[in-house]
Antibody, heavy 120, light 108 residues
């Protein structure tokens, strides 16, 4: 079945960077895209950006422009989200989710989530 | 960006009752490009509905979606105990993709 497995929890300091991985299985990685969505503690869902598994095209939410970089490794069917210059309000669960290859639409299924804690 | 406002913020109902959740957009959501998700505590969201009214694979037919333009509705015809969760709408008409703030469906 389609499955997305994310890397483990991270604890990091303000100003540092974090890179979360998302390994896909059960489908042809290059036929779909991956979106990243985060959820701060007790809060709602926030879309960060999308990357095509086909050609590497990406689209980012303006809020994260310049701080987030999405990449893929098609040889291992893995997507990555790197967030730089971390602040305390970046503390959240970060989810990857399968998306469309040509542009972001809706998300199905989702990874299990990765908790990133930013604390001095 | 399109702002999605969900109402009510929380809803208390009993199993067997009908639930009606609303999602209003700040501008028209073209082609009904709206999805609904269910999230239970400690779990990732699950896609229920896409294109405003199409059920995702494996979703029971007690879940239905409707609407167009700026007003959308998720209806759960007869609540089962496992349906009590938080529900989010999400639009994919414009970038950035945006979510509503969620409706918490609680057991009465």
């Amino acid at each position: 079945q389609v499955r997305l497995v994310q890397s483990g929890p991270e604890v990091t300091k303000p100003g540092a960077s974090v890179k979360v991985s998302c390994k896909a299985s059960g489908y042809t990685f290059s036929s779909f895209g991956i979106s990243w969505v985060r959820q701060a503690p007790g809060q709602g869902l926030e879309w960060m950006g999308w990357i095509s598994g086909y050609n590497g095209y990406s689209d980012y939410a303006q809020k994260f422009h310049g701080r987030v970089t999405l990449t893929t490794d098609t040889s291992t069917s893995t997507a990555y989200m790197e967030l730089t210059n971390l602040k305390s309000d970046d503390t959240a669960v970060y989810y990857c989710a399968r998306d469309q290859s040509s542009s972001s639409i809706f998300f199905d299924p989702w990874g299990q989530g990765t908790l990133v804690t930013v604390s001095s | 960006e399109i702002v999605l406002t969900q109402s009510p913020g929380s809803l208390s109902l009993s199993p067997g009752e009908r639930a009606t959740l609303s999602c209003r957009a700040s501008q028209s959501v073209d082609s009904g490009y709206l999805a609904w998700y269910q999230q239970k505590p400690g779990q990732a969201p699950r896609l229920l509905i896409y294109d405003a009214s199409r059920r995702a694979s494996g979703i029971p037919d007690r879940f239905s979606g409707s609407g167009s333009g700026t007003v959308f509705t998720l209806t759960i015809s007869r609540l089962e105990p496992e349906d009590f969760a938080v529900y989010y709408c999400q639009q994919y008409s414009n970038s950035p993709r945006t979510f509503g703030q969620g409706t918490k469906l609680q057991i009465k």
